[in-house]
């Protein structure tokens, strides 16, 4: 099983970015699918997740700036990031199949390598 991530970049406060999340190996319409972040020398901190049925919930701090999608026909899960902030700026992972609480990154059994976001100011 494999996460990809792609879709990262440097864009200026204000701007946006969409990261793409591709799962192969097996079909992740069953399972939620999440992204965290990682700024360095922080811990990774929740974003926001997909959960089946079909709730998604935002960290409070990008609740209305960001928006995750998913299109299980593809088996993936993608981040629409509007109105960066440098506070933004972290390494963002996709993970997938929750077993736990939703927020902690220890409850999520895949990962994809992560994909690297920088917003200036």
């Known amino acids: 099983v494999q996460l990809q991530a792609s879709g990262g970049g440097s864009v200026q406060a204000g701007g946006s970015l969409k990261l793409s999340c591709a799962a192969s190996g097996r079909s992740f319409s069953a399972y939620a699918l999440a992204w965290f972040r990682q700024a360095p020398g922080q811990e990774r901190e929740f974003v926001a997740v997909?959960?089946?049925?079909?709730?998604?919930t935002y960290a409070n701090s990008v609740k209305g700036r960001f928006t995750l999608s998913r299109d299980n026909a593809k088996n993936a899960v993608y981040l629409q990031m509007d109105s960066l902030k440098p506070e933004d700026t972290a390494v963002y992972y996709c993970?997938?199949?929750?077993?736990?609480?939703?927020?902690?990154?220890?409850?999520?059994?895949?990962w994809g390598q992560g994909t690297q976001v920088t917003v200036s100011s």
């Open positions: 997909a959960r089946i049925p079909g709730s998604t």
């Open positions: 993970a997938g199949d929750l077993r736990g609480n939703y927020y902690r990154a220890s409850s999520y059994t895949y």
